[in-house]
């Protein structure tokens, strides 16, 4: 059974909270800092970078997502009275900072790559320049969101990648960290080259196609397995039948009579095996489905499968036509978790960075330029933001004055279509699941390193004081 919704980008309040309490959605320091900036009147513009200090183990590239959900964040920014009133009983601000909270809002301007684009270690995926108070805040939604996207999108992208044109279906709602993280997973899954998702609410909200199958119970709870696919087919002739509940072979032979009774009537898309070796059962599968002269009978394949599972069974050429990925790409079993940073590098004008040690801030606004040979995008080189060189630039302004501009308003197939014509440019060993060797080339600028250094040389006597 599928079901096609037009694609769209529909903006809606985040599961676990009300849209107008998500300004809560905060670590306490953050708003600790504000009342203290606002004691001070340090107002100023502020420049913080998130970017990723270096990519995991086994991931040449990360897909940049969940930009659209931080967009929608920023402007709907604001505290409630509900909201005040339980920072008044933390008895821990002013009612000066207190009613100069109730009329926050953020008007200030993001810059990013657009979502679907790889990035890399150190790239600034955003830049957010805002009054320091505003900048500072919305630290904790902004690498929250981001982080779970970027994740999600990027693994989903692999097991994509070792399909090699096979339909990769998201399976994995059930084993997700809540409902959040399904949703947006379902999101990001289609722009790191999913097909759909068995996810209805994702299907309803973004307009993920959405597609499924049948569980184990319906055939249980039968009395005999050919009896209910007889039944199931009556309802939904085009389905798609698990043969796999108690023996897969005799499952597909009952198909097969299915088939032979039904005659012309007989439309089934498809045969899922979800346990048991693949490989073998997928090849006995297609001869006898073809031996019936069901060749148009499809094999879909499902059941703890990650991307090195699924480029076993493509390397062997198995004859699976799709794949159901459920919990390790729900959760990115192998690297769950990326070292992303939200940096302040610039203040009042001046640049900032700090000197712990492995932890470095490359200071001051920003820009990627990708430069190709041959049609191929072969290095990046992070930039000052006013300094022209070689390539395009990646970082776009998405947000002015507190409203999203155009660029941030890209429309899912959009999304989907951009993340797969900036991995097609990629060198084909940084495409690849397995670690590249060598890795794509990121450098600094000429004028950011100096600028880095003059930074550096500006702050380090603060630091030798310290010790």
Known sequence: MKINHPLRNTAF??????????????????LTMLQAYFDQKMMEDAVFSLFVRRLPKRRNF??????????????????NDESIAYLRSMKLFSDSFLNWLGR?????????????????????ILEVIAPI??????????????????????????VVSAARGRPVVDFGPRRMHGIDAAM??????????????????????YGVPVTGTMAHSYIQAHEDEAEAFRAFVRIYPQTVLLVDTYNTMEGIRKVIALAESLG????????????????????????????????????FASGGLDEDSIQELVDSNAPIDGFGVGTSMGVSGDAPGLDIAYKLCEYAGKGRLKLSSGKPILPGRKQIYRVEEHGKDVQDIITRYNKDNPGRPLLITVMRQGKRLPPGTADLKTIRGHAQDQ??????????IASADPPYKVELSASLSDFQRKVEQEVSPWNLEEF
């Open 264 to 299: 012309k009537g007989f439309q089934v898309r498809a045969v899922r095996l979800d346990s048991g070796d693949l490989l073998a059962l997928s090849r006995e599968a297609r001869m006898a489905l073809d031996a019936a002269g069901l060749n148009k009978v499809e094999i």
């Open 184 to 205: 947006k997973a379902a999101r990001s899954f289609y722009i790191g080259g999913v097909a759909a998702t068995s996810n209805v609410l994702a299907g309803k909200r």
């Open 133 to 158: 108070p505003q900048a500072q805040l919305i630290e904790t939604f902004v690498m929250n969101q981001i982080h779970l996207q970027t994740v999600l999108a990027s693994k989903a992208q692999r």
């Open 13 to 30: 309040p985040e599961e676990g909270a009300a849209q107008n309490e998500l300004a809560l959605f905060t670590d306490l320091y953050e």
């Open 423 to 432: 991995i097609a440019r990629l060198p084909f060993r940084i495409r690849q």
């Open 104 to 124: 926050f809002r953020f008007t200030g301007e993001v810059r990013a790559v657009p979502e679907g684009t790889p990035v890399f270690a150190n790239e600034p």
């Open 62 to 79: 990360l897909l940049a997502c969940g930009l659209d959900t931080v967009l929608s964040f920023l402007e709907n920014l604001s505290f």
